[in-house]
């Protein structure tokens, strides 16, 4: 199944917000260092992404997650210094 952007990149900023706002309702308590790192990840817009990946994905299958997201995910995690949770079991 293709991958379907809704909204792009101001949907994804309109989720954090909104996210932050459930989560962490005293923004005082969220340290320095992470709404720095919050901040660039704000403002970097890969929705570009989306598009020029959109002919690799199948149009069968289950719902795929967009390309955008999963780079951010792991751009992120990269700038956190966290190991990737890893989607499949090792048999």
């Known amino acids: ?3 379907v952007n809704i ?7 309109d989720l954090v917000v909104s996210q932050l ?3 962490y309702p005293d ?11 919050a901040e660039q990840f704000f403002l970097l817009d890969l929705a ?3 598009e020029l990946l959109k002919d690799l994905y199948s149009i069968f299958g289950p719902e795929p997650r967009l390309p955008s997201n999963m780079i951010r ?6 700038k956190l210094k966290l190991p990737l949770i890893l989607l499949g079991q090792c048999n």
Do not use: K
């Not at 909204?7 to 900023?13: C, L, V």
């Not at 005082?28 to 720095?36: C, D, K």
């Open 21 to 23: 706002r459930e989560y």
């Open 7 to 13: 909204g792009g990149h101001s949907a994804y900023q």
């Open 1 to 3: 199944m293709l991958p």
């Open 73 to 78: 995910t792991y751009l992120v995690s990269l």
């Open 27 to 37: 923004t005082n308590s969220v340290p320095e260092s992470a709404w720095y790192i």
């Open 48 to 50: 570009y992404v989306d």
